[in-house]
């Protein structure tokens, strides 16, 4: 360990220890996340554990449905253990049954975007050699047609409220499919309802389980700089691990066992979504799922039935609650904690949500790759505009670029090791190579240790773009333009963006003629998910490049700048 490395973890273990924190974290409290899962269900299961549209989940019936799920799997579905299952969902009460009795069964999870393009969708089953995926109905037109060009070979579809009671299960689903027309007719060669599967598997009990800790079970797709996404192999041992380091910090924002109600408005495909309900589920206590956030109405009437005392969030949604005209006549006299993360959290934003709720907002940080959290702030001892102090058991240390430590104070590329940090990319050992270095995970993202121990990310090296919490990778936008027929030259780069942090703006030049924009932003719509789309578009006769003539993004960046600060 260098003197600089040495100099950050002291200061960073003297921060934690000032504030009450440990710096250690047991990871052999349970054998796996199964364990793990049977620990909450056994010790709360007359608790609430989630709820959706009206309709709550007991631990109880969490534990009855998945491991009938998990039944069905087994003996029905012709799946393996080892084998690896889709999940195609927003937020609603099959998302945790299906994901619960994948892993009872001892399958790996494949999170997969409900908003993905065909193409997205084809490569993510191929890639991840998927043999099943669960889709929700709404959107299985897309699952339609592409799953007959992968190795998909079970299909179980579910609509909205198939875990709702009988009359008003009915009423929701007709609603949507007749009335709303929100369910598309479509056609699988080979599927089977998700009623159906659970009845299946309600005639025996499954086989429990028992995975090593080191097991995968996630792929977590993340965008690819190659111009495809790639899948962050989450084992039990690394998700376990973030859960148990993440549990010490809920407590020190006065959380209780058993007795808490969170606001869970992001979707459970996004890893930071997807952790925290873990750790929400640690302590007994409830979660809140909102299927579709961008839907403001639908966010602030869950708020206004439940007595609620958390949430978690990215910037994006702060500032659009804060504008809407209902949202300050909610009972915030419940609030504990509002935690954010996903993407920068502006001062700005923080004023006003506290202004207006009378609670803070913690912010943390952490990417797909750690499983995901790496810091945060804690309980008392919140510092805005700051990532907060790594959790237990987490190792930072800053390099420059030449690779060399720089210490307290000096701006460095983030680097990470713990128990947390993946086991490395799907069929990508090239990748891995790049990004982890013995046993350091390279963040891409430049931060300062503070001298009080405190973390701050001031840049971030790579190109990559967040727009409301999601990465996007320039090199996937390009590889889609360059298939335009009209185009000869393309780049993508992000640009600030009030609403979304940064927002996508491309630069193309065509070949011949002028570029019919309407026509390609439909090319594109058709082959990007929604978030990936540019919200700019500037036509140039050439784009600047190097004497090899590569795209100079950067150059581009800061034209772009300069333009906006003028």
Same mark, same amino acid.
């Given at each position: 360990m260098?003197?600089?490395q040495?100099q950050?973890a002291e200061?960073i273990?003297?921060?934690?220890?000032?504030?009450?924190?440990?710096?250690d974290?047991?990871?052999q409290?349970?054998?796996?996340?199964v364990g793990?899962?049977?620990?909450?269900?056994n010790q709360?299961a007359?608790n609430p554990?989630?709820s959706c549209?009206?309709?709550?989940?007991s631990?109880?019936?969490?534990?009855?449905l998945?491991?009938?799920?998990?039944c069905?799997?087994?003996e029905h579905?012709?799946?393996?253990?080892?084998?690896r299952?889709?999940i195609?969902?927003?937020?609603?009460?099959q998302?945790p049954?299906?994901l619960?009795?994948?892993?009872?069964?001892?399958?790996i999870?494949?999170?997969?975007?409900p908003?993905y393009?065909e193409r997205?969708?084809k490569?993510?089953?191929?890639d991840s050699?998927?043999?099943a995926? =669960?889709v929700?109905?709404?959107?299985?037109?897309?699952?339609?047609a592409?799953?007959?060009d992968?190795g998909v070979?079970?299909?179980?579809?579910?609509?909205?409220?198939?875990?709702h009671?009988?009359?008003?299960?009915t009423?929701?689903n007709?609603v949507?499919?007749?009335?709303r027309?929100?369910?598309?007719?479509?056609?699988?060669?080979?599927?089977i309802s998700?009623r159906k599967?659970?009845?299946?598997?309600?005639s025996k009990?499954y086989?429990?389980?028992?995975p090593?800790l080191?097991?995968l079970a996630?792929?977590?797709?993340t965008g690819?700089?190659?111009g495809?996404s790639?899948g962050?192999?989450?084992?039990?041992?690394n998700l376990?691990?973030?859960?148990l380091q993440?549990?010490?910090?809920?407590?020190?924002?006065? #959380?209780?066992?058993?007795?808490e109600?969170?606001?869970?408005p992001l979707p459970?495909y996004?890893?930071?979504s997807f952790?925290?309900?873990?750790v929400?589920?640690m302590?007994?206590?409830?979660?809140?799922?909102?299927?579709?956030p961008?839907?403001l109405d639908s966010?602030i009437?869950?708020?206004k039935?439940?007595?609620?005392?958390?949430?978690?969030?990215?910037?994006?949604?702060?500032?659009?609650?804060?504008?809407?005209?209902?949202f300050?006549s909610?009972?915030f006299s419940g609030?504990k904690v509002?935690l954010s993360?996903g993407m920068?959290?502006?001062?700005?934003?923080?004023k006003?949500?506290?202004?207006?709720t009378g609670?803070?907002i913690?912010?943390g940080y952490? #990417?797909?790759?750690?499983?995901p959290?790496?810091s945060?702030?804690?309980g008392?001892?919140?510092?805005?505009?700051t990532i907060g102090?790594?959790?237990?058991?987490?190792?930072v240390?800053? =390099?420059d670029d030449?690779g060399n430590?720089?210490?307290?104070?000096e701006?460095?590329?983030?680097c990470?090791?713990?128990?947390?940090?993946?086991m490395?990319?799907?069929q990508?050992p090239?990748e891995?190579?790049?990004?982890i270095?013995?046993?350091?995970?390279l963040t891409?993202d430049?931060?300062?240790?503070?001298?009080?121990?405190?973390?701050k990310i001031?840049?971030?090296?790579?190109?990559?773009? #967040?727009v409301?919490g999601?990465?996007v990778y320039?090199?996937?936008i390009?590889?889609?333009l360059s298939?335009h027929p009209?185009i000869?030259?393309?780049?993508a780069?992000g640009?600030?963006?009030?609403k979304s942090?940064?927002a996508v703006?491309?630069?193309?030049a065509?070949?011949?003629?002028?570029l019919?924009e309407?026509e #390609?932003?439909?090319f594109?719509?058709?082959?990007l998910?929604?978030?990936?789309?540019?919200r700019?578009?500037?036509v140039?006769?050439?784009l600047?490049k190097?004497n090899?003539g590569k795209v100079?993004?950067?150059t581009?960046?800061?034209?772009?700048?300069?333009?906006?600060?003028?």
């Amino acid at each position: 360990m260098s003197e600089q490395q040495q100099q950050i973890a002291e200061t960073i273990n003297a921060a934690r220890s000032r504030i009450g924190l440990s710096n250690d974290v047991d990871l052999q409290e349970f054998p796996n996340l199964v364990g793990m899962f049977d620990h909450c269900v056994n010790q709360y299961a007359a608790n609430p554990a989630v709820s959706c549209l009206g309709h709550t989940l007991s631990y109880a019936d969490l534990d009855r449905l998945s491991a009938q799920f998990a039944c069905y799997l087994q003996e029905h579905s012709g799946l393996q253990a080892g084998d690896r299952i889709a999940i195609q969902m927003p937020n609603i009460l099959q998302y945790p049954v299906v994901l619960f009795g994948a892993l009872r069964a001892g399958m790996i999870v494949v999170n997969t975007n409900p908003l993905y393009s065909e193409r997205e969708l084809k490569h993510q089953l191929n890639d991840s050699g998927a043999k099943a995926i =669960v889709v929700l109905a709404n959107i299985a037109e897309t699952a339609a047609a592409v799953v007959g060009d992968t190795g998909v070979g079970t299909v179980i579809v579910t609509e909205v409220a198939d875990l709702h009671p009988p009359v008003k299960r009915t009423l929701i689903n007709s609603v949507l499919k007749y009335v709303r027309k929100e369910v598309p007719a479509v056609k699988f060669k080979n599927s089977i309802s998700f009623r159906k599967a659970l009845a299946k598997g309600s005639s025996k009990q499954y086989q429990k389980a028992a995975p090593d800790l080191e097991a995968l079970a996630l792929l977590q797709y993340t965008g690819g700089t190659t111009g495809v996404s790639k899948g962050a192999m989450i084992s039990h041992r690394n998700l376990m691990a973030n859960v148990l380091q993440s549990r010490e910090n809920f407590s020190s924002y006065g #959380l209780v066992s058993g007795g808490e109600t969170f606001i869970a408005p992001l979707p459970l495909y996004h890893i930071y979504s997807f952790m925290l309900t873990f750790v929400v589920m640690m302590q007994g206590n409830h979660s809140i799922l909102i299927p579709n956030p961008r839907e403001l109405d639908s966010v602030i009437k869950e708020m206004k039935r439940w007595k609620w005392t958390g949430m978690s969030g990215i910037n994006t949604l702060f500032v659009q609650l804060c504008k809407h005209p209902e949202f300050a006549s909610l009972d915030f006299s419940g609030l504990k904690v509002t935690l954010s993360g996903g993407m920068a959290l502006t001062a700005g934003a923080a004023k006003t949500w506290k202004e207006m709720t009378g609670a803070e907002i913690y912010e943390g940080y952490g #990417l797909t790759e750690t499983s995901p959290v790496v810091s945060i702030n804690p309980g008392g001892a919140n510092q805005i505009g700051t990532i907060g102090l790594p959790l237990p058991g987490t190792e930072v240390r800053l =390099v420059d670029d030449d690779g060399n430590d720089v210490g307290i104070g000096e701006r460095g590329e983030l680097c990470v090791r713990g128990p947390q940090v993946m086991m490395g990319y799907w069929q990508r050992p090239d990748e891995t190579e790049k990004t982890i270095k013995d046993g350091w995970l390279l963040t891409g993202d430049v931060a300062v240790v503070k001298e009080d121990g405190y973390l701050k990310i001031v840049d971030r090296k790579k190109d990559m773009i #967040l727009v409301s919490g999601f990465n996007v990778y320039p090199n996937e936008i390009e590889d889609v333009l360059s298939s335009h027929p009209n185009i000869a030259e393309c780049a993508a780069i992000g640009v600030p963006d009030e609403k979304s942090g940064e927002a996508v703006k491309i630069f193309v030049a065509p070949k011949h003629g002028e570029l019919d924009e309407k026509e #390609l932003k439909d090319f594109l719509r058709e082959r990007l998910t929604g978030y990936k789309m540019p919200r700019y578009i500037e036509v140039r006769d050439e784009l600047p490049k190097t004497n090899v003539g590569k795209v100079l993004r950067r150059t581009l960046r800061d034209e772009e700048l300069a333009k906006r600060a003028s």
